[in-house]
């Protein structure tokens, strides 16, 4: 689902532009949020580089959003940026950063839409191939075919890959909402890559390096079914990962 930015100087605008987001987006739609000014917007992605965001920035009075954004995508580097502005003096200075669209105001409802799913697309191919966390010691891109599984633990997750433990503040909910089929819950405190799976008993799968990951009897008849259906072709049955509507 989108969790979308807007910042602009022009609050009327925005509002509108917010509106506008919730009508056409409908059920894609997580959360909007608006920001009046750029040091709002700067203070809120740096302090949740966990997050991955479809970010609106009205460059119209001036380019300092440009520089915003290139901030931004250094602390979350999954966001996808979309340009706004009323004129195209700075049409060609966008291109310093990498963005997905940009908007000539007034915005028509068309080219806000299709700005609003080429940035979704993107946002979910790059949720895809990597899983960006962050804790006291730094923030972290981690590719999820090196992920064995993922441990709950109270308020703390944590990432077992081949080389390395990783920890971190989360939930169970959202992390299944950034991960692929490949990825199962077998119980309530675990979630396996499926393809990292050598061994299936009825208590337990067993990883590449040897890890037990323990499997529930809540679990067990979905998990032991999606195995089995990747061990015979290769694909995943389903288009969410399981275990993320439980």
Not at 64 to 79: D, F, R
Not at 88 to 108: A, T
Request: proline content about 3%.
């Amino acid at each position: 689902m989108w969790k979308i930015l807007i910042c602009s100087e022009d609050r009327d605008f925005m509002q509108d532009l917010g509106h506008r987001i919730r009508r056409l987006a409908g059920e894609r739609l997580k959360e909007v949020r608006l920001f009046s000014n750029k040091e709002d917007l700067d203070f809120y992605t740096t302090g949740r580089p966990e997050e991955s965001n479809i970010i609106l920035i009205d460059i119209s009075r001036d380019n300092e959003g440009i520089q915003l954004a290139q901030k931004i995508l250094a602390v979350q580097p999954h966001s996808q940026i979309i340009f706004m502005a009323s004129t195209d003096k700075y049409y060609l200075d966008v291109y310093s950063v990498d963005h997905v669209y940009f908007l000539k105001k007034p915005i028509e409802a068309v080219f806000l839409m299709k700005a609003l799913n080429k940035a979704g697309s993107r946002l979910q191919d790059m949720k895809k191939s990597y899983l960006v966390i962050s804790n006291k010691q730094g923030i972290y891109k981690i590719p999820l075919y090196t992920i064995l599984c993922f441990e709950s633990e109270k308020r703390k997750i944590h990432v077992y890959t081949q080389e390395r433990e990783l920890s971190y503040y989360g939930k169970f909910e959202d992390l299944m909402e950034k991960l692929d089929p490949r990825f199962a819950r077998c119980h309530n405190s675990y979630i396996v890559n499926l393809t990292k799976v050598r061994e299936l008993s009825d208590k337990k799968f067993v990883c590449e390096n040897g890890k037990n990951v323990p499997i529930s009897k809540t679990y067990y008849v979905d998990v032991r079914e999606k195995f089995l259906s990747y061990l015979d072709g290769g694909e995943f049955c389903g288009g969410t990962p399981l275990g993320a509507h439980s």
